[in-house]
């Protein structure tokens, strides 16, 4: 069938970017035409920032940057109004060879009026305060996280939950690159010793296609990491730094790296000197060869005051790191079931999670695993099984085949 997948602009470097181009190369491998339909333009003719299948088209639903931002007066007033209305014929009009369309966007399409024989979906990739009725117009609504799906199903029949998927590097990559070397990796799932060789080949490969170095920071040799956009106080970096300049001085040989973009950098940044902690705390710009960064890490910690379903950490558990994070609803489904708990903190499988904002539980979790190395390298190994059992390509694919087979019957 004809799927076409909505999204602001591919060039964009926030997580629903890769989700988009991701899940557009898993639908064309399961034998559907897909095209990705952006509502704009990038102002610097910019197509994508993350690679995009050859196989999978691209098109412009209006063929400009996006200049609704500097509307004035009725201009203004006549967008705000019925822009829902005219995004909604515009797209009937231009997609009329689709079979599914799915909205992708926060809240720019509804689909008041239905072409007959095209079917509306729209994933809601973020935690929502509420539940606007105009959703129900589609024929389903695909929600990413446990929390939010029993937050809403009793506001309607078209809801689902669909988890966004990841590629599992030691499945994709892994068997290509041993098979071209001496090195032979039975199962970097069974044990740690061949999780760690896997890790150690992988980014050998990784580093030389990108003509990189493995990074050395004197005298350091853990490392803690964290990835996510600068552009706002959604992912709580600077409760990050405040929390761990409380503890990085017991540690001297570890380092906390943040790898981010955004005009937050600045701030925190000062508030990185304020604290002393320039040896301790770095900031890394971002980059799109996230791979040598996940593989360089030890521990990835996540101070998110919310999220949809926080992908940065679901693929570092694909590269087999810890996690440590705040227990905010939604970041639940990234840890295994039935924890310890002891003390306050919940001790899963694969990490620990702290009470939101309890800042001396989050620096006793950090504090564990960092004097840990059994603790944290065997957490590591239970992320990667995790990863591949619950956000695997092929567990999530089959869950939207389902879905699709049965909108179109």
Request: charged share 25%; net charge positive; aromatic share 10%.
């Amino acid at each position: 069938m004809k799927i076409v997948m909505s999204i602001r602009n591919l060039a964009d470097t926030s997580g629903v970017e890769r989700v988009v181009a991701n899940l557009a190369s898993a639908f064309c491998d399961i034998g559907h035409e897909v095209e990705i339909a952006c509502y704009y333009k990038d102002e610097l003719n910019r197509i994508s920032t993350f690679p995009i299948d050859e196989r999978v088209t691209i098109s412009y639903i209006y063929p400009h940057a996006d200049n609704h931002y500097h509307d004035k007066g009725l201009k203004k007033i006549f967008w705000k109004w019925f822009r829902h209305l005219i995004v909604n014929l515009r797209i009937n009009a231009k997609y009329k060879h689709a079979d599914i369309f799915i909205e992708s966007d926060f809240f720019l399409l509804f689909p008041y009026f239905k072409r007959k024989n095209m079917k509306y979906i729209r994933i809601i990739h973020v935690e929502i305060a509420k539940w606007k009725k105009k959703n129900n117009l589609f024929d389903r609504v695909v929600v990413l996280s446990t929390s939010e799906y029993k937050k809403w199903q009793a506001k309607a029949n078209n809801i689902t939950k669909i988890f966004n998927f990841i590629n599992m590097p030691f499945d994709t990559q892994l068997p290509k690159i041993s098979s071209n070397t001496l090195s032979k990796i039975d199962n970097p799932y069974a044990n740690i010793a061949e999780l760690l060789h896997a890790k150690q080949i992988l980014l050998q490969h990784n580093l030389q296609e990108h003509n990189e170095a493995v990074e050395s920071i004197q005298g350091k040799n853990c490392k803690i990491i964290a990835v996510g956009q600068m552009y706002s106080n959604q992912k709580g970096f600077p409760r990050m730094v405040s929390a761990y300049s409380k503890i990085a001085k017991e540690f001297p040989y570890c380092m906390l790296e943040i790898t981010g973009k955004g005009d937050k950098e600045s701030p925190m940044n000062g508030q990185i000197k304020e604290l002393g902690m320039q040896d301790f705390i770095k900031l890394k710009p971002f980059t799109t060869n996230i791979e040598s960064v996940y593989l360089q890490g030890d521990i990835y910690v996540m101070t998110s005051y919310y999220e949809g379903l926080p992908m940065a950490l679901i693929e570092a558990m694909s590269y087999g790191l810890p996690v440590v994070a705040y227990d905010i609803a939604t970041i639940r489904d990234c840890f295994s079931t039935n924890p310890i708990l002891k003390d306050g903190i919940a001790y899963h499988k694969n990490g620990i999670l702290v009470p939101e904002g309890n800042e001396e539980l989050l620096c006793r979790a950090l504090r564990e695993l960092i004097s840990n190395e059994a603790m944290r390298l065997e957490m590591g190994r239970q992320s990667l099984i995790l990863a591949r059992d619950r956000f695997s390509r092929e567990v999530i694919m089959q869950e939207w085949q389902q879905l699709l087979e049965t909108l179109t019957r």
